[in-house]
């Protein structure tokens, strides 16, 4: 191999790079990054750097280059992995002999609102740069979604001193993960800090004076005045350049239990890839996810077949109201819950979930250091 | 100098965190104490709550791993060095040597 072209140049890119070299890849290689930035820390985008403690040069990744060309600002807009060719932006074809896609994703829209000002989504650091502009004193801020990104966003500004609502179209967030009394228990770290919480209830439309957003209307018609709306309701993975590539793509790049694409000399990481797991394809879109998979999915790349299989560490972090949360393993393959440190009421605790008896998943509130040991502990599901 | 604490209180695979200018963790590696900066040079996080395998201590927050003696980061996210201290065991007690703003008798 004497080319590797890696797509996207965020931390799965990134750590691909870094993966290629130091598995001992001495060859050319093209990274193609769509934002104009090195390689950058998305994590602070809605915590330190939002709240302004942290500046954009305090997020950068890495201060090497890898002996890499870095292709930034540019798209890449086509792969035919016949002739091994990369289309970029430019117009440039980079001719690669393996190639590592790593585009991430763009956040999910709420439909309608694409030319109104007021409306955010977070994901880059150009978006974050936008938001905090408007996050001036006595702007009412309303978040649709208490997902990870909705939480933090809404913490930052209670931590701004605006007035925030948050509505969460479930009944109790992330439900799926944590379980109803964990979900619960993360939805009063909103009401503890004054945010006023709106659950079970969607959003109708948006109230607007032709440019910006002025409110927020709800399912059940109550109308909630807004300055500012962020949405925190997901994300799509980046694949419509992918079109007429021959990789199977659905909800993500389909890759094997390896990260090993139907075609051998193209591997996926991170947000974007869909990868085969336990007998269905899943995809994760976690920092540590997209920090892990390119050991597996280089090692594969330059072995030319999948010899090692990914396994994931489910490993998630959120800081929210002053409050560490860290959680580990497959919480949603649970029977049980069983609280073994401390005590939800506290707001230190770590608790365990189990299946059939046997750990497979914890959360931790404020409990770093057990969390450590007793993520270690954890069973694999399937 | 400042005192950390009783040997007896920490045993092998243990740490403690003391209070100079900064917070400062001090690590019983295999029976070898180490001292190093409390915080993770990559984002707030609490070195002492970490994971100490050998002479290496994993952030608890994104796994960033330093090295106890010479306080180097051996992966990303950390790029940057955690200051290391010399550490002075006398009559069974730990002593962080901070570089002597603070005596103790």
Known sequence: ?382 | MITACAVDDLPVGESVVVTGDVAIAVFNADGEFYAIDDTCTHQDASLSEGWLEGCLVECPLHAASFDLRTGLPTCLPAKRAVRTYPVVVRDGVIYVDTGGQEAVA
């Open chain 1, 1 to 382: 191999m004497r080319t590797v072209a890696v797509v996207g140049a965020s931390l799965a890119g990134l750590r691909s790079v870094e993966e290629l070299r130091s598995q001992g890849f001495d060859g050319r290689i093209v990274v193609v990054g769509e934002e104009p930035h090195a390689p950058y820390d998305r994590p602070p985008l809605s915590k330190a750097f939002l709240l302004g403690a942290q500046t954009a040069a305090d997020l950068t990744l890495s201060d090497e280059d890898f002996g890499a060309e870095w292709r930034l600002g540019v798209r890449a807009s086509r792969l035919d992995p016949s002739t091994g060719s990369v289309l970029l932006s430019t117009g440039e074809v980079v001719r690669a002999d393996g190639v590592v896609i790593a585009t991430g994703g763009r956040p999910r829209t709420v439909p309608g609102t694409a030319s109104l000002r007021g409306v955010h989504t977070l994901r880059t650091l150009y978006d974050a740069v936008v938001l905090q502009g408007e996050l001036v004193p006595g702007a009412r801020v309303v978040v649709v979604g208490a997902g990870w990104i909705g939480a933090e966003v809404a913490s930052t500004c209670r931590a701004l001193g605006l007035d925030v609502t948050v509505v969460e179209a479930a009944a109790i967030p992330m439900e799926r993960f944590l379980g109803p009394v964990l979900g619960a228990l993360c939805a009063d770290l909103h009401t503890d800090h004054g945010v006023d919480l709106r659950l079970g209830v969607g959003v109708e439309s948006f109230a607007h004076n032709g440019k910006r957003v002025t409110g927020v209307v709800l399912r059940d018609g109550t109308h909630l005045p807004a300055d500012v709306v962020v949405a925190g309701i997901g994300m799509e993975p980046a694949t419509d350049w992918l079109a007429g590539s021959g990789l199977a793509v659905d909800n993500g790049v389909l890759c094997d239990h390896g990260c090993v694409t139907s075609i051998p000399s193209v591997v996926a990481v991170g947000d974007v890839a869909r990868y085969r797991h336990g007998g269905r394809h899943v995809r994760h879109e976690h920092w540590t996810n997209a920090s892990e998979q390119p050991v597996v999915a280089v090692r594969n790349l330059l072995a030319g077949t999948s010899a090692e299989t990914y396994r994931p560490s489910g490993y998630v972090w959120s800081d929210q109201y002053g409050v560490r949360l860290q959680l580990a393993g497959e919480t949603g393959g649970a029977d049980e819950v069983v609280v073994v440190d401390g005590s939800p009421d506290d707001r230190r605790f770590a608790a365990e979930f189990r299946r059939a008896g046997h750990p497979v998943g914890v959360l931790a509130m404020n409990d770093a250091k057990l969390f450590g040991r007793l993520r270690r502990g954890l069973t694999a599901v399937s």
